[in-house]
């Protein structure tokens, strides 16, 4: 009786491993969905979905290479999927067919300008902001706020929020003012709220009641999607959508 007991004991075991192991998806790509995205809601993503998420942080190139070749079960990209397939077809081994592929938006990025709440500067425009990322505004007096100096804090070069401020107000130059880089973007919160003079980059994601978000004369945006390919599987859809109702993308949005 004691070995039936424990042959069957064994084989649930057995047998959740199996199950957990055939609910795992792979997802490669994009750190800048992972940044966005995954970094805040991955529990929420795997809770909901009943999937476990295997990540690897590429590029969006290697995301969509990988799951033409069946490594992943979905790619992360962060820009439209025509020109992650023309990029990875200049170093992809096997091109990678335009119509095998299918892309999903899961979120839409936003780029938020925060500062301390004691701060009485509430709102700057764009041309304002890029003047304080050149280093050309260097004091909040020049603002209308207190007379201190202007501390960005910003992740570090090649982040993916930084990345998208460059391309979007600095273009062919870089963040130059006095400033502070981490390494993780759930790090810009705790160190704004903390720092009168602050002045951090961060996704909207991370913005809490701590610190206040500038209001600004135009949104700097990215659209962020899963890629799949051909019609996604069950388990693969199921991450999709418990992706989109972890960030509020409507079902008429993809």
Do not use: C
């Not at 051909?230 to 999709?240: F, W």
């Amino acid at each position: 009786m004691t070995f039936q007991l424990l042959t069957l004991s064994a084989l649930v075991l057995l047998g959740g491993v199996i199950s957990a192991h055939a609910s795992e998806i792979r997802l490669n790509g994009s750190r800048t969905v992972t940044d966005i995205i995954l970094q805040l809601h991955k529990v929420e993503i795997e809770k909901n979905s009943g999937q476990k998420i295997l990540i690897t942080e590429e590029n969006s190139d290697e995301g969509v290479i990988d799951v033409a070749t069946d490594i992943a079960q979905l790619a992360m990209i962060s820009k439209p999927l025509d020109e992650v397939i023309e990029d990875a077809n200049k170093d992809a081994l096997v091109p990678v067919e335009n119509d095998a592929m299918q892309s999903h938006k899961i979120a839409q990025a936003r780029v938020a300008f925060t500062v301390h709440k004691n701060n009485v500067v509430t709102e700057l425009t764009l041309e304002q902001i890029k003047n304080i990322l050149t280093g050309e505004i260097k004091n909040w007096n020049a603002l209308g706020g207190d007379d201190q100096p202007i501390l960005v804090i910003i992740e570090k070069v090649g982040s993916p929020i930084r990345d998208i401020v460059k391309e979007a107000l600095l273009r062919d130059s870089d963040v130059k003012a006095y400033r502070s880089e981490v390494l993780n973007v759930a790090q810009i919160p705790g160190l704004v709220s903390h720092i009168p003079n602050a002045f951090g980059v961060m996704s909207s994601g991370y913005v809490n009641d701590d610190l206040v978000a500038l209001h600004t004369d135009s949104a700097i945006t990215r659209d962020l999607y899963y890629v799949t390919k051909g019609t996604p599987s069950a388990d693969a859809q199921a991450v999709i959508n418990a992706t989109k109702i972890a960030t509020g993308v409507s079902a008429d949005q993809e």
